[in-house]
């Protein structure tokens, strides 16, 4: 066994740093927050593109080209991101997210 | 794009003209529509002819066929990873239905010419419903039948749920429900037969080449029977249909009872009887008591009815119950008699329901007591309303009697599966609704024609024009065939043989295919 | 065991398990921390991190855009965003305990799923990493404006597509709609 | 090919039943919206021309086939109408054999006198073009009926009889009485037609079976259909069917068919309420068509009826009961239609009976009852329009408000007074020699019970016949309208002239000669002769009804009190009417029909119900999961992926 990073320990860092976004998702209570959470998902996401690529068995370039287009998709989120938050704090002066329920029948 | 099609592909583009007609033009709208199934029943006719000209009706190939022939097929492949093709075609069975819609959604237009509310909107999902219809008739692709079964039981709840009458959205809602869980069973029943047929493909006609093992037939066909059976009205799955046909408007509750009730016979002839068999002979016996008491449960049941549509859709559940019982005899004669039944129930219920509106458009009620001596004023509705009757009571030189005799001779002749006696008990059973439902059409009628006329009917006027087409076409279509049976018996025959020549089939004999 | 001991392996093998503990650490202050401009400051050690993984695996220019975008762009925007709905100093409710339970249970269950798929699936991959192209940067270029087979110009164009859309949208729905009667009076 | 190939009556036989076919639709769509004059002129004249062709026909065939002679059953024309299976066809057609010619003649000349008359009898009436289109199509059922060379042919039309009645019977649709007894009459008769239908099935997939597995029987062509006569009445199918033991069960269920027609106790219970219809009906379904369907079906199916053997018998004594049965309640009623109409029950009485101590060998009584059909016919039709031209006049039915009508009404009087010595069995009238060939085929059968029966009844049917007469012609006027009362019109009056003549002729017919099973000519000959006590019984009887209504009506009413119970027993019809009404509404409609409407809504219905609202109420619980908050949904479906994840997994490896 080596100690030196492995495909798995690249994995398995990708997979920590997801699920701590997957816990931040569900618990913070802060919309600022969650947008910071799923961020951490598409970093993690992001890097797992380049763990392969980088681990493929041929040159391959299309795992870097779909990180960037996750850095780009991340950035257009959010910004509409902000601007929703914006827009719900105007109206209802709380990002809280327990606060806003809405979304049911 | 062929012949076949365009059975339904026309009433779909009449939708679709009704649709594009601008806004505040009623008029325009029922033109349209009347013009597109005018156009229908012509096509029909031409198909009719083709259909003649091409179909062999005699042979000792047709005697003997076991795989069912179809005419004028179209056939593409659609989703070929999943064995999914366009297939219509048309075999006896179906020409007949197809007849039997064409006529029905023509009247049908006509008997709706007073709907005011929407009829934009009314007129397209009629003609849509219909389009499903057709296409069911005529699809030999269990997905492509399921498909067009959906298309046909959907627009059912906005038609009643908007411009019906009544607890009009309890009524959408239950049929719809109904309607929905029975689908869930159909399709069940066609997976089922898709994984089970091993073919990895939806055609009806390869797949009717695979015998599947009785345990699988077992379980299936009552799925599949049930099913179908559902809008079918079999008991006890049909109290969708008095709420439901009393709360929709005239042309739907004929539509609904002339035609899209048959969608259960014709599926559980052409899906149940024919692709299972021997599952077919097993629950032949159970099916045939529950239809048994169909029959005759519903002939009482409409005796104690006060609303007129009450009382004819008991009577259709009555009647519906012969179609069911027909295909469950298992023989050439009920089987034949079930077709006929299907064709004739739709052509006097749909005259039923289509009088049923005039009427009440007239005397703004359904309630039979508050009626009386109508025939007095409305001679036409009322002898229309007779003959609708008498046939409904399987008077002979009327279509129900050539349907109702074949389906009696037919569970007396029994099949080697069933036991004879039991059979006969039952078909014994069943003949005793003739006298119920003689009781209950005559008492209805008597109640509202007959008798001394009451004040406030005094100025009703009778039929108008385009009500005495629509119901003057729906009498002569039950007076054609009633006395001239024998083109419609060789049209579907051909058709029947191979449903029953499979029934006689031991398990080696299927290695033919 | 055998524990090689090439030096730049070894550098490597330091520097991945540095930033690896890092970027655990950040992470977890980003999901966990009260003041949510803290956190904010985490999740940019988070993505600095990031982008020393893409130098690790020799991503330079990755690493280069990671920087720029995430943590110069979108990083800053969250700053914005915090100060925009709430003061820097706000202290946020912790959430319930039936949440945080919720939450924990949920992801150390996704943690051991993906962890037992991945150990479980044999990938066709080879230990060692394959040649990677000489110039990270050029290469994505080139692949990014390729229109023929394996090209990535539609998606390109699309991205840009969304970015303008994004952008537009913004502005739109975070645009005081007081102001809005006088904005279509100009 | 036959020896009638060169008739024209023969081969345009089909005509008789379609001249009125076509008349009534003619009549009914094209000229009964334009005049109503012509409607009745050209039903009239259609049924008269049927009526004369079927004159024809006899005349060609009793040429061809001398009295003495086999009278073969010979098909002038038929062609396949519905086809069930190999040997499971219906052909219809025209069997013209001396059974059907009989018939054939007797309703179109019936009937046309019937139209001629109807045509002064309805004048003025609201539905006079209506009523002449039932008319029509009455006639044409009638007709199909009676020339059906196979079984289904003759349900076919026994159905459209029963159609035509109720709307002949229902003519006046305003009135409620009138609209009760149409409904009545066709529902009981196809309740007993429910009998028939079964009885049929049994015998036609019997014959089937037994065709489909040893082929047709070798004295009948290949293509035989088990509703053929000619395959019904052969003798080794009746063997057969009797070997299988269903030969007794299936001719009881075709008898109930044919006494709910030809209304046998108990299921008359329709045919006094017929009276309801214009009087002509009456003349019409009683005396000469409907009621004797009946007796034609036992008549045609003579050969296994005879070889069951036990149901020819439950024929006779149901026959006999109801002849004393109806004779007895004809006694009391003052309706002079209701009188009559019980008289015809009593008369088919004594041709169902008459029919039922025949046998095989003992051929006599077949032959007697419908001789008897044949003389009833006439006398009957005259009974009955002469009690519409009285009715017509006097415009009422209750014989106790007429009386002295005879020198108001000449005619009437004479024809009227013919047909009731005719039906009284009094010698040279028809009825006597018809009555006398009954009585005496029961007694040469040795079936002293029913002999006994039929020389009472004879002594009773005299007796209330005169009652009538002698009530309503003879004595003083009783009522205003009497004194207004004048003379029916020409239409009306010749038909009860052409009547009377037959009814004093018909009996002078060696009937026998003509009709009759097999060759033998059927004839009382020698032994006791029987028309000596018939005639006394027949003379008694008209002697007590002189003692007690000629001159002083305080006999009738001392007598009725004496008899008191009794009296108001049999004047209630024996309560028959009420046993059936409580049968029908009290049991059947209460505790069969209410209780399955009541259970189709709140059981079945409740059921579908049910389930609807355990959903809703499922869907209250759940939508409580449903919180509106994003947190709580996202935690939803990461385990939901997760556990999709994990599930494929275990199943996948």
């Not at chain 1, 798995?8 to 618990?27: E, K, N």
Request: aromatic letters at 14%; one cysteine or more; glycine letters at 8%.
């Amino acid at each position: 066994m080596s100690f030196s990073p492995e495909l798995h320990h690249w994995l398995i860092l990708s997979t920590i740093l997801f699920s701590i976004g997957i816990y931040g998702v569900l618990t913070r209570r802060n919309a600022v927050g969650v947008l910071m959470s799923v961020e951490l998902l598409l970093n993690s996401a992001a890097m797992n593109f380049l763990i392969f690529n980088h681990y493929a068995s041929k040159p391959f370039i299309d795992g870097a080209i779909m990180a960037l287009f996750i850095i780009a998709v991340a950035a257009a989120e959010a910004v509409i991101a902000m601007a929703l938050f914006v827009a719900i704090f105007r109206s209802r002066k709380t990002v809280d997210v327990t606060q806003i329920n809405t979304l049911k029948g | 794009m062929g012949l076949v099609s365009w059975l339904f592909v026309l009433p779909f583009a009449t939708a679709i003209a009704v649709i594009l007609t601008p806004a505040g033009m009623p008029k325009m709208v029922k033109k349209i529509a009347l013009a597109g199934t005018s156009l229908h029943l012509a096509l029909t006719a031409f198909v009719t002819y083709k259909f003649v000209q091409v179909a062999a009706f005699s042979g000792d190939a047709v005697k003997d066929a076991l795989i069912t022939h179809l005419y004028l097929v179209e056939k593409v492949p659609w989703f070929e990873s999943l064995g999914i093709q366009y297939f219509v075609g048309l075999d006896g069975i179906s020409m007949f239905m197809v007849i039997l819609t064409s006529i029905v959604i023509f009247t049908g237009v006509l008997a709706s010419w007073t709907v005011t509310e929407r009829p934009k909107e009314f007129f397209a999902l009629l003609l849509i419903l219909v389009s499903g219809v057709f296409g069911v008739f005529v699809s030999f692709d269990l997905f492509l039948f399921f498909l067009f079964y959906e298309v046909a039981v959907l627009p059912m709840y906005l038609l009643i749920g908007i411009w019906g009458t009544g607890p009009k959205e309890y009524s959408a809602m239950k049929l719809t429900m109904m309607l929905m869980a029975s689908s869930a069973l159909i399709l069940v029943g066609f997976l089922a037969l898709y994984q089970g047929s091993g073919k990895e493909t939806f055609d009806l006609i390869e797949i009717s080449k695979v015998h599947f093992p009785i345990v699988f037939q077992n379980w299936v066909f009552p799925v599949i029977f049930i099913g179908f059976g559902v809008i079918g009205a079999l008991y006890p799955f049909h109290t969708w249909s008095p709420d439901g046909h009393s709360s929709a408007p005239t042309a739907v509750s004929m539509l609904h009872a002339g035609v899209l009730m048959k969608l259960g016979g014709y599926g559980a002839l052409r899906i149940g009887l024919y692709l299972l068999p021997e599952g077919a002979q097993n629950w032949a016996l159970f099916f045939m008591g529950l239809t048994t008491i169909n029959i005759i449960y519903g002939a009482f049941a409409a005796i104690k009815q006060k609303d007129l549509k009450f009382f004819t859709a008991y009577s259709s559940v009555s009647h519906c119950g012969f179609v069911l019982f027909g295909i469950v005899t298992l023989n050439m004669i009920g089987v034949k008699g079930a077709v006929i039944q299907m064709f004739s129930h739709g052509i006097m219920t749909a005259l039923f329901f289509g009088l049923i509106g005039m009427v009440y458009g007239r005397t703004k009620t359904r309630i039979v007591t508050d009626m009386g001596g109508l025939a007095k004023v409305m001679p036409w509705l009322a002898v229309c309303f007779y003959i609708a009757g008498l046939a409904s009571l399987g008077l002979p030189g009327l279509a129900g009697f050539i349907a109702e005799s074949h389906i009696f001779l037919g569970g007396f002749v029994g099949n080697q599966w069933a036991d004879a006696t039991t059979m006969r008990i039952l078909t014994v059973i069943a003949t005793m609704s003739i006298v119920v439902t003689a009781v209950y059409v005559l008492r209805g009628l008597a109640n509202v024609f007959q008798g001394p006329l009451k004040e406030q009917f005094k100025t009703l006027t009778d039929a108008t024009l385009t009500e005495k087409i629509s119901t003057g076409i729906l009498v002569v279509t039950l007076a054609i065939v009633g006395m001239a049976p024998w083109y419609f018996i060789d049209l579907i025959e051909a058709a029947v043989y191979p449903m029953i020549n499979r029934l006689g089939l031991t398990a080696s004999n299927w290695m033919v295919f | 065991m055998d524990i090689t001991l090439n030096p730049a392996d070894l550098t490597h093998t330091i520097a991945f398990y540095t930033l690896a503990l890092t970027s655990i650490v950040a992470a977890l202050i980003v999901v966990t921390a009260k003041r949510i401009f803290r956190a904010a400051v985490a999740l940019a050690v988070v993505l600095i991190c990031g982008a020393g993984f893409y130098i690790l695996l020799n991503y330079d220019f990755i690493a280069g855009v990671q920087l720029l975008v995430y943590v110069g762009g979108i990083v800053i925007l969250i700053v914005f965003a915090v100060m925009l709905t709430s003061s820097l100093e706000s202290i946020e409710e912790p959430p319930s305990l039936g949440r945080k339970a919720l939450g924990l249970f949920s992801s150390l269950a996704f943690l051991a799923t993906a962890v037992i798929a991945f150990s479980e699936t044999k990938f066709p991959l080879s230990s060692i990493s394959a040649e990677q192209p000489k110039d990270v940067a050029k290469a994505v270029g080139r692949k990014l404006l390729d229109y023929g087979a394996g090209g990535y110009v539609l998606p390109f164009e699309v991205i840009s597509l969304l970015l303008l859309a994004s952008v537009i949208g913004a502005i739109v729905v975070a645009r005081n709609p007081k102001r809005k009667n006088e904005g279509s009076a100009t | 090919m036959n020896e009638l190939a060169n008739s024209f009556a023969f081969n345009n036989a089909w005509l008789i039943p379609a001249l009125p076919f076509f008349s009534f639709l003619v009549v009914g769509l094209f000229i009964r919206p334009v005049s109503d004059k012509l409607a009745g002129i050209v039903a009239t004249l259609s049924v008269a021309t049927a009526a004369f062709l079927s004159i024809w026909l006899a005349f060609d065939y009793f040429s061809a086939f001398p009295a003495g002679a086999e009278h073969p059953g010979l098909i002038s024309w038929s062609f396949e109408w519905l086809r069930y299976e190999e040997h499971l066809a219906v052909n219809v057609g025209v069997l013209v054999d001396s059974l059907s010619i009989l018939l054939m003649v007797v309703v179109t000349f019936v009937s046309s006198l019937v139209h001629l008359y109807s045509i002064g009898y309805m004048k003025g009436e609201d539905g006079y073009g209506r009523y002449f289109t039932y008319l029509n199509l009455f006639t044409f059922s009638m007709l199909g009926l009676v020339v059906a060379p196979n079984i289904l042919q003759t349900y076919v039309f026994w159905e459209l009889v029963g159609v035509s009645s109720f709307l002949l019977i229902g003519f006046y649709y305003t009135k409620p009485s009138a609209v009760s007894a149409s409904k009545k009459a066709f529902i009981v008769t196809r309740f007993a037609d429910l009998f028939f239908l079964i009885g049929v099935l049994l015998i036609a997939v019997v014959g089937y079976n037994a065709m489909s597995m040893f082929g047709a029987p070798g004295s009948l062509p290949d293509n035989v259909s088990a509703f053929d006569f000619s395959y019904l009445t052969s003798s080794g199918v009746s063997i057969m069917m009797n070997n299988l033991g269903l030969l007794t069960p299936a001719m009881i269920l075709i008898f109930i068919g044919a006494a709910g027609k030809s209304a046998l106790f108990p299921l008359h219970i329709w045919l006094p309420d017929a009276m309801e219809g214009p009087t002509p009906v009456s003349a019409l379904i009683h005396a000469a068509t409907m009621v004797v369907a009946g007796v034609y079906l036992v008549a045609r199916l003579f050969m296994p009826f005879a070889a069951s053997g036990t149901a020819l018998l439950v024929a006779g004594y149901v026959g006999a009961f109801t002849c004393l049965f109806a004779a007895v309640i004809a006694c009391t009623q003052d309706d002079i239609k209701r009188v009559l109409a019980y008289s015809t029950l009593s008369q088919i009485g004594y041709m169902i009976f008459a029919l039922g101590v025949a046998s095989a060998t003992e051929t006599l009584g077949y032959t007697a009852s419908l001789f008897h059909l044949f003389t009833h016919a006439f006398f009957k039709a005259l009974l009955f329009l002469g009690a519409g031209a009285v009715i017509h006049a006097v415009h009422t039915n209750n014989i106790w408000n007429m009386g002295g009508l005879a020198k108001k009404m000449p005619i009437t009087n004479i024809t009227f007074l013919i047909a009731t010595l005719a039906i009284s069995g009094v010698w040279p009238f028809a009825g006597f020699f018809s009555k006398d060939e009954i009585i005496a085929s029961a007694f040469g059968t040795h079936h002293y019970v029913i002999f006994a029966v039929g020389l009472l009844v004879a002594g009773i049917t005299a007796f209330y016949m005169f009652r009538i007469y002698i009530v309503t012609f003879l004595g003083k006027a009783r009522s205003e309208a009497v004194n207004k009362a004048h003379e029916a019109p020409m239409t009306m009056t010749i038909p009860l002239i052409i009547l009377a003549a037959l009814s004093a002729v018909a009996g002078f017919v060696h009937f026998g000669d003509f009709v009759s099973v097999g060759a033998e000519s059927g004839h009382a000959e020698g032994g006791f002769p029987i028309w000596i006590p018939a005639l006394l019984s027949g003379l008694s009887g008209i002697a007590i009804a002189w003692f007690i209504y000629a001159g002083n009506s305080e006999r009738s009413k001392a007598l009725t009190e004496r008899l008191g119970a009794i009296y108001r027993v049999i004047y209630a019809k024996f309560y028959i009417d009420e046993i059936y009404l409580f049968v029908t509404h009290k049991i059947i409609f209460r505790f069969i029909s209410a209780p399955i409407a009541w259970f189709d809504k709140r059981i079945v219905d409740g059921g579908v119900d049910l389930t609807g609202w355990m959903t809703r109420r499922g869907g209250a619980v759940f939508s409580r999961l449903q919180t509106g908050q994003a947190q709580t949904y996202t935690t939803w479906m990461v385990n939901g992926v997760i556990a999709v994840a994990v599930l494929i997994w275990i199943f996948v490896s």
